[in-house]
Protein backbone atom coordinates (compact mmCIF):
# COMPACT_ATOMS: atom_id res chain seq x y z
CA UNK A 1 0.00 0.00 0.00
CA UNK A 2 0.96 3.45 -0.82
CA UNK A 3 0.19 4.89 2.44
CA UNK A 4 1.13 3.46 6.15
CA UNK A 5 2.11 5.75 9.31
CA UNK A 6 5.11 7.21 10.00
CA UNK A 7 6.80 7.38 12.78
CA UNK A 8 7.25 11.06 13.56
CA UNK A 9 8.59 13.32 16.48
CA UNK A 10 7.57 13.58 19.88
CA UNK A 11 6.19 16.96 19.39
CA UNK A 12 4.39 16.50 16.53
CA UNK A 13 2.45 13.71 17.53
CA UNK A 14 1.45 15.22 20.72
CA UNK A 15 0.55 18.54 18.26
CA UNK A 16 -1.48 16.25 16.09
CA UNK A 17 -2.90 14.25 18.95
CA UNK A 18 -4.53 17.18 20.66
CA UNK A 19 -6.33 18.51 18.00
CA UNK A 20 -10.02 19.43 18.55
CA UNK A 21 -12.36 16.78 18.14
CA UNK A 22 -15.23 19.30 19.15
CA UNK A 23 -16.50 23.03 18.02
CA UNK A 24 -15.13 22.71 14.50
CA UNK A 25 -16.27 23.08 10.94
CA UNK A 26 -15.26 21.34 7.79
CA UNK A 27 -15.99 23.54 4.32
CA UNK A 28 -17.10 22.08 1.13
CA UNK A 29 -17.78 23.13 -2.39
CA UNK A 30 -18.04 22.66 -6.05
CA UNK A 31 -16.27 24.69 -8.78
CA UNK A 32 -15.99 25.97 -11.71
CA UNK A 33 -12.53 24.25 -12.12
CA UNK A 34 -9.89 23.70 -10.14
CA UNK A 35 -7.02 26.42 -11.20
CA UNK A 36 -6.76 28.97 -8.29
CA UNK A 37 -5.91 31.50 -10.67
CA UNK A 38 -9.35 31.79 -12.89
CA UNK A 39 -11.72 29.41 -11.58
CA UNK A 40 -14.69 30.46 -9.13
CA UNK A 41 -17.23 28.79 -6.47
CA UNK A 42 -20.75 27.86 -7.53
CA UNK A 43 -21.53 25.88 -4.58
CA UNK A 44 -20.50 26.28 -0.57
CA UNK A 45 -21.36 23.88 2.08
CA UNK A 46 -20.15 24.04 5.50
CA UNK A 47 -20.99 21.99 8.60
CA UNK A 48 -20.17 21.44 12.29
CA UNK A 49 -18.50 18.62 13.47
CA UNK A 50 -21.85 17.24 14.91
CA UNK A 51 -22.58 16.94 11.12
CA UNK A 52 -25.54 19.46 11.23
CA UNK A 53 -25.60 21.94 8.37
CA UNK A 54 -24.62 25.38 8.75
CA UNK A 55 -24.20 26.80 5.36
CA UNK A 56 -25.62 25.31 2.04
CA UNK A 57 -25.65 27.91 -0.78
CA UNK A 58 -25.35 27.65 -4.54
CA UNK A 59 -23.63 31.32 -5.59
CA UNK A 60 -23.24 32.94 -9.26
CA UNK A 61 -19.80 33.59 -10.20
CA UNK A 62 -18.56 36.74 -10.15
CA UNK A 63 -16.06 36.84 -13.49
CA UNK A 64 -16.64 32.76 -15.02
CA UNK A 65 -19.28 33.02 -17.51
CA UNK A 66 -18.95 29.41 -18.64
CA UNK A 67 -17.29 26.20 -17.83
CA UNK A 68 -18.22 22.45 -18.77
CA UNK A 69 -19.89 20.79 -16.46
CA UNK A 70 -17.19 18.06 -14.42
CA UNK A 71 -16.35 16.88 -11.52
CA UNK A 72 -15.20 20.01 -10.07
CA UNK A 73 -18.54 22.06 -10.43
CA UNK A 74 -20.39 18.22 -8.94
CA UNK A 75 -22.69 18.51 -12.52
CA UNK A 76 -23.49 22.12 -12.12
CA UNK A 77 -23.93 23.96 -15.36
CA UNK A 78 -23.88 27.90 -16.04
CA UNK A 79 -27.56 28.25 -16.19
CA UNK A 80 -27.93 26.09 -13.17
CA UNK A 81 -26.79 29.27 -10.87
CA UNK A 82 -27.65 32.28 -13.41
CA UNK A 83 -29.67 33.84 -10.96
CA UNK A 84 -28.36 33.26 -8.18
CA UNK A 85 -26.54 35.99 -5.49
CA UNK A 86 -22.92 35.80 -5.68
CA UNK A 87 -20.78 34.44 -2.66
CA UNK A 88 -19.95 38.25 -0.95
CA UNK A 89 -23.41 38.38 -0.47
CA UNK A 90 -23.22 35.86 2.39
CA UNK A 91 -19.82 37.27 3.72
CA UNK A 92 -21.25 38.01 7.32
CA UNK A 93 -22.80 34.71 7.67
CA UNK A 94 -19.74 33.13 6.63
CA UNK A 95 -17.24 35.18 8.72
CA UNK A 96 -19.56 34.30 12.36
CA UNK A 97 -19.23 30.48 11.23
CA UNK A 98 -15.66 30.77 11.04
CA UNK A 99 -15.46 32.46 13.63
CA UNK A 100 -16.88 30.45 16.10
CA UNK A 101 -14.78 27.56 14.98
CA UNK A 102 -12.11 25.65 16.85
CA UNK A 103 -10.46 24.67 13.45
CA UNK A 104 -11.68 24.99 10.07
CA UNK A 105 -10.87 21.48 7.91
CA UNK A 106 -10.55 21.35 4.24
CA UNK A 107 -9.64 18.87 1.83
CA UNK A 108 -7.38 21.42 0.33
CA UNK A 109 -7.11 24.12 2.26
CA UNK A 110 -5.09 26.60 0.37
CA UNK A 111 -7.41 26.35 -2.71
CA UNK A 112 -10.69 26.40 -0.74
CA UNK A 113 -9.66 29.59 1.05
CA UNK A 114 -8.15 31.08 -2.34
CA UNK A 115 -11.41 30.82 -3.73
CA UNK A 116 -13.69 32.04 -0.79
CA UNK A 117 -11.28 34.82 -0.55
CA UNK A 118 -11.14 35.77 -4.37
CA UNK A 119 -14.93 36.36 -4.06
CA UNK A 120 -14.85 39.50 -1.84
CA UNK A 121 -15.23 37.32 1.44
CA UNK A 122 -12.14 38.40 4.19
CA UNK A 123 -12.09 35.25 6.33
CA UNK A 124 -11.19 36.37 10.05
CA UNK A 125 -7.64 35.08 11.80
CA UNK A 126 -8.20 31.01 12.27
CA UNK A 127 -6.91 27.62 12.64
CA UNK A 128 -7.08 25.56 9.74
CA UNK A 129 -6.41 21.88 9.19
CA UNK A 130 -5.40 20.89 5.37
CA UNK A 131 -6.53 17.35 5.16
CA UNK A 132 -4.77 15.89 2.19
CA UNK A 133 -1.49 17.69 3.41
CA UNK A 134 -1.47 16.27 6.51
CA UNK A 135 -2.54 13.27 5.68
CA UNK A 136 -0.15 12.63 3.27
CA UNK A 137 2.93 14.30 5.57
CA UNK A 138 1.78 11.54 8.02
CA UNK A 139 1.38 8.69 6.25
CA UNK A 140 3.33 8.68 2.98
CA UNK A 141 5.55 5.37 2.75
CA UNK A 142 7.22 6.15 -0.32
CA UNK A 143 9.93 8.74 -1.30
CA UNK A 144 10.18 9.76 -4.79
CA UNK A 145 13.51 11.84 -5.58
CA UNK A 146 13.22 14.91 -7.35
CA UNK A 147 9.34 13.95 -8.64
CA UNK A 148 6.73 15.64 -7.10
CA UNK A 149 5.29 14.34 -4.37
CA UNK A 150 2.06 11.70 -4.71
CA UNK A 151 -1.49 13.34 -4.38
CA UNK A 152 -3.93 12.18 -1.74
CA UNK A 153 -7.63 12.19 -2.39
CA UNK A 154 -10.18 11.97 -0.17
CA UNK A 155 -10.83 8.32 -1.63
CA UNK A 156 -7.41 7.14 -0.90
CA UNK A 157 -7.77 8.77 2.90
CA UNK A 158 -11.30 6.91 3.40
CA UNK A 159 -9.87 2.95 1.96
CA UNK A 160 -6.58 4.01 4.29
CA UNK A 161 -9.50 4.64 6.93
CA UNK A 162 -11.90 2.00 6.28
CA UNK A 163 -14.78 4.71 5.64
CA UNK A 164 -17.35 4.93 3.39
CA UNK A 165 -16.55 6.40 0.18
CA UNK A 166 -18.14 9.56 -0.30
CA UNK A 167 -21.19 9.97 -2.10
CA UNK A 168 -22.12 12.72 -4.96
CA UNK A 169 -23.40 15.69 -2.68
CA UNK A 170 -21.09 18.30 -1.09
CA UNK A 171 -22.82 16.84 2.38
CA UNK A 172 -21.35 13.57 1.70
CA UNK A 173 -17.97 14.46 0.86
CA UNK A 174 -18.42 16.48 4.09
CA UNK A 175 -19.27 13.65 5.98
CA UNK A 176 -16.78 11.66 4.52
CA UNK A 177 -14.00 14.77 5.75
CA UNK A 178 -15.01 14.85 9.20
CA UNK A 179 -14.64 10.85 9.40
CA UNK A 180 -10.87 11.36 7.55
CA UNK A 181 -10.25 13.85 10.60
CA UNK A 182 -11.39 11.99 13.22
CA UNK A 183 -9.96 9.11 12.00
CA UNK A 184 -6.29 11.05 11.67
CA UNK A 185 -6.41 12.74 15.62
CA UNK A 186 -7.85 9.52 17.02
CA UNK A 187 -4.88 7.00 15.44
CA UNK A 188 -2.38 9.97 16.65
CA UNK A 189 -3.91 10.32 19.94
CA UNK A 190 -3.17 6.02 20.15
CA UNK A 191 -0.01 6.14 18.59
CA UNK A 192 0.80 8.72 22.02
CA UNK A 193 -1.17 6.52 24.68
CA UNK A 194 1.01 2.89 22.99
CA UNK A 195 4.53 4.93 24.60
CA UNK A 196 2.72 4.56 27.66
CA UNK A 197 2.39 7.06 30.59
CA UNK A 198 6.04 6.57 31.73
CA UNK A 199 7.67 7.91 28.49
CA UNK A 200 5.88 11.18 28.58
CA UNK A 201 6.16 11.70 32.13
CA UNK A 202 10.26 10.67 31.50
CA UNK A 203 10.22 12.64 29.12
CA UNK A 204 8.83 15.82 30.94
CA UNK A 205 11.63 15.59 33.68
CA UNK A 206 14.06 15.52 31.07
CA UNK A 207 12.69 18.76 29.45
CA UNK A 208 11.99 20.44 32.81
CA UNK A 209 16.03 19.43 33.69
CA UNK A 210 17.37 20.97 30.42
CA UNK A 211 14.74 24.43 30.84
CA UNK A 212 16.47 24.15 34.54
CA UNK A 213 20.01 23.94 33.49
CA UNK A 214 19.34 26.74 30.58
CA UNK A 215 17.40 28.98 33.09
CA UNK A 216 20.82 28.50 35.59
CA UNK A 217 22.94 29.30 32.43
CA UNK A 218 21.16 32.49 31.41
CA UNK A 219 21.04 33.25 35.05
CA UNK A 220 25.09 33.07 35.37
CA UNK A 221 25.59 35.01 32.18
CA UNK A 222 23.58 37.79 33.59
CA UNK A 223 25.79 37.55 36.64
CA UNK A 224 28.79 37.85 34.96
CA UNK A 225 27.67 40.32 32.28
CA UNK A 226 26.63 42.59 35.44
CA UNK A 227 29.96 42.33 37.00
CA UNK A 228 31.89 43.14 33.97
CA UNK A 229 29.38 46.16 33.43
CA UNK A 230 31.01 46.70 37.30
CA UNK A 231 34.10 46.74 36.37
CA UNK A 232 33.82 48.71 33.11
CA UNK A 233 32.15 51.55 35.21
CA UNK A 234 34.71 51.54 37.81
CA UNK A 235 37.52 52.12 34.93
CA UNK A 236 35.63 54.64 33.54
CA UNK A 237 35.00 56.66 36.88
CA UNK A 238 38.54 56.46 37.12
CA UNK A 239 39.74 57.79 34.04
CA UNK A 240 36.72 60.77 34.83
CA UNK A 241 38.74 61.18 38.30
CA UNK A 242 42.00 61.27 36.63
CA UNK A 243 41.67 63.78 33.98
CA UNK A 244 39.68 65.74 36.13
CA UNK A 245 42.84 66.05 37.77
CA UNK A 246 44.20 66.98 35.18
CA UNK A 247 42.31 70.00 34.76
CA UNK A 248 42.87 70.93 37.95
CA UNK A 249 46.78 70.62 37.72
CA UNK A 250 46.68 72.86 34.36
CA UNK A 251 44.23 75.38 35.71
CA UNK A 252 46.48 75.62 39.58
CA UNK A 253 49.93 76.02 36.62
CA UNK A 254 48.10 78.84 34.57
CA UNK A 255 48.38 75.87 31.74
CA UNK A 256 46.79 76.12 27.68
CA UNK A 257 42.93 76.66 28.31
CA UNK A 258 42.49 74.71 24.38
CA UNK A 259 44.12 71.71 26.42
CA UNK A 260 42.35 72.16 29.91
CA UNK A 261 39.05 72.03 27.63
CA UNK A 262 40.28 68.65 25.97
CA UNK A 263 40.98 67.19 29.29
CA UNK A 264 37.46 68.38 30.67
CA UNK A 265 35.90 67.02 27.81
CA UNK A 266 37.30 63.39 28.38
CA UNK A 267 36.66 63.48 31.64
CA UNK A 268 33.10 64.20 31.02
CA UNK A 269 33.11 61.49 28.38
CA UNK A 270 34.41 59.25 30.91
CA UNK A 271 31.65 59.78 33.71
CA UNK A 272 28.82 59.39 31.12
CA UNK A 273 30.48 55.89 30.12
CA UNK A 274 30.87 55.14 33.52
CA UNK A 275 26.69 55.80 34.85
CA UNK A 276 25.53 54.07 31.37
CA UNK A 277 27.39 50.68 32.73
CA UNK A 278 26.09 51.65 36.13
CA UNK A 279 22.48 51.11 35.12
CA UNK A 280 23.65 48.26 32.84
CA UNK A 281 24.50 46.22 35.28
Not at 31 to 51: N, P, Q, R, W, Y
Not at 176 to 199: N, P, T
Amino acid sequence: MLYEYREQGDERLLELAALPLENGCVITMHTTGFSLAGDEIVELFISDFGGRELFRKRVNPQNVEQWAPSDASGGIAPDDVCDEPELYQFEDEIIEIVDKASIVVCEHTAFAQTLIEASWISLPAHRSFDMSDEFREAHCAQDYPGEPAPTTSLFDMCAYYDIKQPGNTLADTAEALLCCYRAFVIEHQSRRDEKGQAYWEERDRRLAEEAERAASGNATARLREKRLNQMNALLWVAGSIIFASLVIQLYQRGGDGSLMIVAGAVSAFCLIRAIINFRKS
